[in-house]
């Protein structure tokens, strides 16, 4: 199968999980639905809007156990594999918001990156971001201390009345 | 006149008093001495002689002689005892004045040596003060110096530690002012364009961490 297209509401490892272990379930009640007994009554499974987003952008046939298994394989590579970035904000974050994040970051660091959302309310403003070996503080207070010339020079033109 | 010429009058003045005294005192016994008894035949002359000069020089004789002698002597005496008043008057006078210009020019050396002690226990008591004021502005500018640098580096930690927690504080105001306010969607430009700012990092670090 050729590269996994991530949906953007698929964002954290325990999304891919959460999808993976959906498969299963799947593969399961087909199992179960070939061995039953005729005429006993069917309980269809109910899918997420995610694995149903996930198969329609990726083109797979979920009553398909070959593409379902290919399906279970590339979500088992990307939870492996696929970088997770660790994101803390100072609040729970929006999924409109974590959306536009997630968007952002497959169109610019990785197209099957992962986010995991964490809270730091020390952050307050802006997040802080872990990468596997580096850590990027994007806070408020990170971007004040950047610029602190500038709001050494704004703060004495406050206090001289310049 | 010193205190050696002084003495000298004095006793010249007691040595003719006592001369007066004694030769007074010599008239008034009689100076003639008692004939003595017959033996030799000088002897008996003389006691004729004497005998004679009784006769000539009787009683009232004597009485006369010894009148005239003591009116004489009362007039020499008087005489000196006034020269004696004289000169002791004047040596009473020549004292008082010598005791006076003694006194004065003792007194005037004792008063110019008070003077000179005072001027210089003066000089000494300004001197003194003046060190004891320099020290003290020498103290006063040093701890003035002392002060200016402990409040500048005072100041000086104060604006460094400001400047370091410049960041924090600012962030801690703009929290306690907006924060509950600010919705994560409001921030995601910013995050955005910050995550745009290390985005070249990110990646390096996201490919050596897959590799």
């Known amino acids: ?155 004495d033109g406050a206090i001289n009345g310049r | 006149m010193n205190s050696g010429g002084l003495i000298l009058i004095v006793g010249s003045l007691l040595a003719t008093a006592v001369a007066f005294i004694w030769l007074a005192f010599k008239l008034e016994n009689g100076g003639v001495g008692k004939p003595k008894a017959k033996g030799t035949q000088a002897d008996q002359l003389g006691d004729a002689a004497k005998e004679d000069v009784e006769h000539i020089f009787n009683t009232e004789f004597r009485e006369e002689l010894r009148n005239r002698g003591r009116l004489h002597f009362e007039k020499i005496l008087g005489e000196n005892a006034m020269f004696l008043q004289q000169d002791l008057r004047q040596t009473t006078t020549q004292l008082n004045d010598y005791m006076r210009a003694e006194i004065t020019r003792t007194l005037q050396e004792e008063f110019k040596k008070y003077e000179q002690s005072i001027v210089d226990a003066k000089q000494i008591a300004l001197d003194s003060i003046e060190k004891t004021v320099a020290t003290i502005e020498q103290q006063r500018q040093f701890l003035e110096q002392q002060m200016k640098s402990e409040t500048d580096s005072q100041k000086d930690r104060l604006i460094t530690r400001f400047e370091n927690e410049m960041a924090t504080i600012v962030n801690h105001y703009v929290l306690q002012a907006i924060g509950s306010q600010i919705d994560v969607t409001d921030q995601m430009d910013f995050i955005l364009a910050e995550m745009q700012a290390n985005k070249q990092a990110i990646v390096e670090d996201i490919k050596r961490g897959t590799t």
């Open chain 1, 1 to 155: 199968m050729e590269r996994l297209k991530l949906s953007s509401i698929v964002i954290s490892p325990a999304d891919v999980a959460r999808l993976r272990r959906e498969l299963v379930g799947l593969n399961d009640f087909f199992v179960d639905a070939q061995a039953r007994q005729t005429g006993t009554a069917m309980r269809l499974p109910k899918l997420t809007r995610i694995l149903n987003q996930l198969a329609k952008e990726n083109n797979v046939n979920l009553l398909e156990e070959s593409d379902r298994n290919r399906l279970s394989e590339a979500l088992g590579a990307i939870y492996e594999d696929a970088p997770t970035l660790h994101i803390s904000f100072a609040s729970e974050p929006s999924p409109k918001a974590l959306e536009k994040l997630i968007v952002w970051v497959r169109g610019n660091i990785h197209p099957q990156a992962l986010v995991q959302v964490g809270l730091q309310p020390t952050v307050a403003v802006g997040c802080f971001l872990r990468t596997p070996n580096k850590a990027f503080d994007m806070s408020l207070r990170a971007s004040l201390k950047k610029s602190q010339p500038q709001l050494v020079k704004l703060i």
